[in-house]
């Protein structure tokens, strides 16, 4: 941090000079205001649309291992996730009690409370702007409301752009969620607050600070384990956490930038996080980050440093488009061509960023994020074809959550079964170590 802003300090990170924004910008050949070539396209079955999400009932918790015992994960849009962690392992025989018994009873909510909800970067709003009349609008509508969502006991937050910091859903929030924890980067607390969201209830951290909360008490805990890495004969993650019901948070490193006018750039901080439940399944959120400005270019060694660190994540949300503005300003200036992964490659991962990232963290399953929201049907088409191409050519298998078809091989590793009239897609045991391509509004069960 350099005169009260915030900077990205690795090779990676290369600020585009005016003229080289310049030759990023063209005039737009006459042959493309003809009908739409899809010879390019022909391997784009589909793109993203909304499943209307229900939130009825929690599954039976059956045995140690049982996917319905699993994390399970909806996406809601752009970077917008929702979480649901299972009750720890060790009370297990306490739930299938508990879950017996209201089960004699005929109750109206059937949401297991014992459940626990985790919102990242919630944004519900139909523009992601200043303004409510002008900016970026959804090219497809939320798969449900805030107070559709049964429980969000914690809200993180990466950086504080429109698309992942928006004023009218953390109001919505407070409204039907009001015991929500928030965690953001370093400077965010004051703007939670103007919010309108009480301040012992929000935690400003920094780059590889770590913290834990106790969900048995709503509270915050202090780790024991801080800055210590495991030796290689240790499993990172099993520092023992603070209590039953508890998980780890670290907020990591982003390669990207803040500001929500032209007078606060990169004045708060953005981050990454990781998350790790007492039952060792560990989510990476990775929000909106850059990955190398130029092809060919230095890597950011943010993600390498991660899986040193903590592990492989069980579980990893990766963007894998820019983000709301440019998709808004080829819409409104069709005449202009914009070469969007050189304007935005320092800040933004390409698809093939994002299954770069994906073999640095070794999670054994990923979701892209930060697309098909915020954009245009041909858009969203170019994310698909650009992510399968890469998978395809990095040998990493690639699929759509809810079909048995691998768009990207090798097949023998991503064995799906996906529930006869749910859309809930179940894995199978084995490790997938690869892409799952989600529907708006679909319920992904993790490894």
């Keep these: 941090m350099t005169e009260s802003r915030y900077h990205n300090r690795w090779a990676s990170f290369e600020k585009l000079t005016p003229s080289q924004l310049l030759r990023s910008i063209s005039i737009s050949r006459p042959s493309c205001l003809g009908p739409k070539s899809t010879s390019s396209c022909e391997e784009v079955a589909r793109i993203p649309q909304v499943k209307p999400t229900t939130f009825a009932i929690s599954p039976p918790i059956r045995s140690i291992g049982d996917t319905c015992s699993a994390p399970r994960v909806t996406w809601l849009g752009h970077a917008s996730v929702y979480l649901q962690l299972p009750p720890a392992q060790s009370q297990k025989t306490q739930v299938q009690a508990k879950a017996k018994a209201e089960a004699e009873a005929v109750a109206e909510d059937n949401v297991d409370s014992d459940w626990k909800g985790i919102l990242f970067d919630p944004v519900f709003s139909k523009r992601c702007s200043p303004s409510k009349m002008f900016g970026p609008k959804r090219r497809v509508d939320p798969p449900c409301s805030i107070e559709d969502l049964p429980r969000v006991d914690m809200v993180f937050i990466s950086h504080d752009h429109y698309d992942h910091l928006d004023k009218s859903s953390i109001r919505g929030i407070e409204e039907h969620h009001r015991d929500a924890h928030y965690y953001v980067p370093t400077g965010l607390k004051e703007t939670l607050e103007s919010f309108g969201v009480p301040s012992q209830r929000i935690t400003e951290m920094g780059w590889w600070e770590k913290t834990a909360f106790d969900f048995g008490s709503n509270r915050k805990t202090e780790m024991q384990d801080e800055n210590v890495i495991a030796p290689a004969s240790t499993h990172p993650h099993s520092a023992k956490l603070p209590g039953d019901g508890s998980i780890r948070i670290v907020c990591c490193p982003a390669q990207h930038n803040s500001g929500r006018s032209l ?150 590793t991503a064995d799906f079964d996906a529930n006869e009239g749910s859309e809930v897609a179940k894995l199978s045991s084995r490790d997938l170590n690869g892409f799952v391509i989600s529907d708006i509004g679909s319920t992904v069960i993790c490894p």
């Design 263 to 412: 007078f606060d750039k990169n004045k708060t901080l953005w981050a990454t996080w990781l998350i790790e439940s007492d039952s060792t399944s560990t989510c990476f959120f990775g929000g909106d980050t850059g990955y190398r400005s130029v092809p060919d270019g230095p890597t950011c060694p943010v993600f390498s440093e991660i899986k040193a660190k903590y592990g492989s994540p069980d579980l990893a949300l990766l963007p894998t488009s820019y983000g709301s503005v440019l998709p808004y300003l080829k819409e409104r200036l069709p005449f202009l061509s914009f070469d969007g992964n050189r304007m935005t490659a320092s800040i933004h991962c390409s698809p093939s960023n994002a299954v770069d990232v994906h073999k640095e963290l070794g999670a054994r399953m990923s979701i892209p994020i930060h697309w098909g929201t915020w954009t245009t049907e041909s858009g969203a088409e170019e994310t698909v074809r650009d992510l399968t191409k890469a998978c395809r050519h990095a040998n990493i298998p690639c699929r759509w959550d809810d079909q048995d078809e691998v768009v990207s091989c090798p097949e023998e």
